[in-house]
C-alpha cells in the first residue's frame, strides 16, 4: 500500500466518521434546552418509606408472644417428667414412652446442672 492509497482510506474514513451539520445542531439543540425533571428521587424515597413502614406493621402485628419459664412446672419421679402448664393440660415424658399431650413433637431445653 502506498501513500496515496493510504491518504485515500483516510479520507473515506474520516468522511464516514465526521457527523453532518444536521445532526450537530439537533443534538447541541437538545442538551441546551431546558428539560423537564422528573422526580426519580421522590418516588424512589416514598416508595423506600412505604416499605418500611410495611415491613415494621408486619414485625409488630405477628411478634410472637413468648412463653415464660415459670408458667410451666416440671417435676420428675424417677425418669418420668411431668409438665404441667398453666391451662391444666399436662405432659407424661419417660425415656421408654411416646409423649403424651396435644402434639407429638416435644422441645425440650435443660441447662447442665440443673437437677429435678
Do not use: C
Not at 434546552?33 to 418516588?43: D, N, Q, T, V
Not at 402485628?61 to 410451666?72: C, D, G, N, R, Y
Amino acid at each position: 500500500m502506498d501513500a496515496r492509497e493510504s491518504n485515500e482510506w483516510e479520507r473515506r474514513l474520516r468522511s464516514a466518521l465526521e457527523p453532518n451539520g444536521e445532526a450537530v445542531e439537533r443534538v447541541i439543540a437538545a442538551a441546551m434546552s431546558p428539560r423537564r425533571r422528573r422526580p426519580y428521587g421522590a418516588i424512589a424515597a416514598a416508595a423506600l418509606v412505604l416499605v418500611s413502614a410495611a415491613l415494621v406493621w408486619v414485625y409488630l402485628a405477628h411478634e410472637a408472644t413468648p412463653v415464660h419459664a415459670e408458667s410451666i412446672q416440671l417435676e420428675y419421679v424417677g425418669t418420668v417428667g411431668l409438665f404441667e402448664f398453666p391451662d391444666g393440660s399436662s405432659w407424661i415424658v419417660s425415656p421408654g414412652a411416646a409423649s403424651q399431650g396435644p402434639d407429638t413433637h416435644l422441645n425440650l431445653i435443660v441447662f447442665e446442672g440443673d437437677k429435678p
